[in-house]
């Protein structure tokens, strides 16, 4: 009888948010350090991601895990580094013991702000190394020693070859969404840096991706000490909880139904996915024609201006973001209500990719896709993908609301920045003006020559210095042997 009315009560209590498991962080022998940073991070239970993954990785094996934007695999990562760094029996002075290399800035920037909270209390130095971002300054952080380097491939590849990043103290290896820096080109990059590194037997890897494609199997195969292969299902972390619906609508009409959608929806935080840079200056610019508080978001975006557009977006003030899906990587926020597709996806994996951004820790989101004649072609396949029929819904005439934006302005023509370009680009069209026009040959056949019909040739016109070579009567030439040419005869 004491026991119903005890498990009644822990049935009503129920604080853990359903997505959680039972599986908490200090029912691992984790240092005290790491223990508190978990707790002023908020984090009190495992997601399935970590609940799988700490067990192996603590004990320092390899692990290749799958897993979804926002299922917890930054922590499960990072509280491995950290933890292994402070167990070790000794430290290269001066040199990084960590490497964490992530696709984008964005994404990079995310987890260096989540590994700054968790390694507050270790004494363990973070620096971010990422392109737009001062070399020099970022140079200098490398050159007075660092522990946990989080980086994007490119920059530090740079700082590799200039002598500035060491690599013989690395213990730990992280690759973070493998299948995005596959996706953006950077195999080779990878591969580079991976040879660079301590032999697979003298550190710790792992990887992390939404699909263990067969790309980035190679790359496990290749460069990690026999992983044990961890998957939290795409279904069970990313769908769930999310209501897709699918719009089929022309593309002279996207804009009026995205009006209507923004203004029937109960939204609070929108982030809008557009297939390419173009059409993100396109819509931001409509939207904002509309009084619709919109901002742009693209790779191409200066570094500040970028971060910036983030920390708004995150902090409330920013309430609708257009995004392509390269910029959009690193985008972590869980209070995103609603994701809407203005344009299909060409990659089906992108499409979870985006509408992963909702519904995040446990909440519930919605999905809104338009389906228009350009893109409708990748929605078979896509559903193929996905396995199952995204609902469709028809809308009704009055959904449709009129655009009021007006011309979008033409873009000004961006300025070379070097001016050494500037220099060479004027020589080289100085060089173009003063080039003689290319004069026509004069053709040496005529209709009707042969029956003597063609017109009479014409001498060659003499010029002024075979003029002055020109021998005078009763004067022997002493410049036979410096004849000047002339032209042809026609």
């Not at 209390?121 to 001062?134: P, R």
């Not at 975006?301 to 910036?308: D, T, V």
Request: hydrophobic share 35%; with cysteine.
């Amino acid at each position: 009888m004491s026991e119903e009315p005890q498990a009644s009560l822990e049935i009503q209590r129920a604080l853990k948010p359903e997505f959680l498991t039972h599986t908490k962080f200090e029912e691992f022998n984790l240092p005290a350090a790491v223990l508190s940073g978990l707790n002023e991070a908020g984090f009190t239970y495992c997601t399935p991601i970590q609940a799988q993954t700490l067990p192996v990785l603590l004990t320092g094996r390899d692990v290749a895990g799958q897993a979804q934007t926002g299922t917890g695999k930054t922590a499960a990562f990072l509280v491995t580094v950290i933890t292994r760094l402070l167990s070790a029996p000794e430290k290269s002075s001066g040199l990084p013991a960590a490497i964490i290399i992530a696709p984008t800035r964005e994404l990079s920037h995310q987890i260096y702000e989540e590994g700054k909270i968790l390694a507050r209390h270790t004494g363990l130095s973070l620096v971010q190394v990422v392109g737009g971002v001062d070399y020099l300054k970022q140079a200098d952080i490398l050159r007075r020693g660092v522990d946990i380097i989080i980086c994007t491939p490119g920059r530090i590849i740079d700082y590799y070859k200039q002598g500035i990043f060491k690599t013989e103290g690395i213990k730990a290896l992280v690759i973070d969404e493998a299948d995005r820096l596959l996706d953006l080109g950077f195999a080779q990059d990878m591969r580079y840096l991976l040879r660079k590194l301590p032999p697979y037997d003298k550190r710790q890897s792992m990887l992390f991706s939404a699909t263990l494609s067969y790309r980035v199997m190679e790359l496990t195969y290749e460069y990690m000490n026999l992983p044990e292969f961890i998957a939290v299902t795409p279904e069970t972390v990313t769908v769930e909880g999310i209501e897709q619906e699918l719009y089929h609508v022309g593309t002279d009409k996207k804009v009026s139904l995205l009006l209507g959608l923004l203004k029937r929806e109960d939204w609070g935080r929108a982030l809008i996915f557009v297939n390419t840079k173009v059409g993100v200056d396109h819509l931001t610019h409509r939207l904002k024609g509309n009084g619709w508080p919109a901002e742009g978001i693209t790779g191409d975006l200066p570094q500040r201006k970028r971060f910036q557009l983030m920390e708004k977006f995150k902090k409330g003030q920013l309430k609708i973001l257009v995004a392509t899906d390269v910029a959009s990587r690193g985008i972590h926020v869980e209070d995103i209500t609603h994701v809407i597709n203005y344009d299909l996806p060409q990659d089906s994996e992108n499409y979870v990719h985006r509408i992963g951004r909702t519904a995040r820790a446990g909440k519930t989101g919605r999905a809104l896709s338009l389906a228009c004649e350009r893109y409708v072609f990748h929605l078979e396949s896509l559903e193929e993908w996905l396995g199952s029929k995204i609902p469709v819904v028809w809308p009704e005439d009055d959904w449709y609301v009129e655009d009021q934006s007006g011309p979008m302005a033409p873009r000004r023509k961006t300025r070379l920045k070097s001016t050494t370009r500037r220099r060479t680009r004027s020589v080289q069209n100085k060089q173009r003006d003063s080039r003689r026009p290319m004069q026509k040959p004069r053709s040496s056949h005529f209709p009707g020559a042969f029956f003597g019909f063609g017109p009479e040739p014409v001498p060659p016109a003499k010029t002024e210095t075979s003029e002055k070579s020109e021998p005078s009567p009763g004067k022997t030439n002493s410049t036979r042997g410096n004849k000047v040419s002339s032209a042809p005869d026609v």
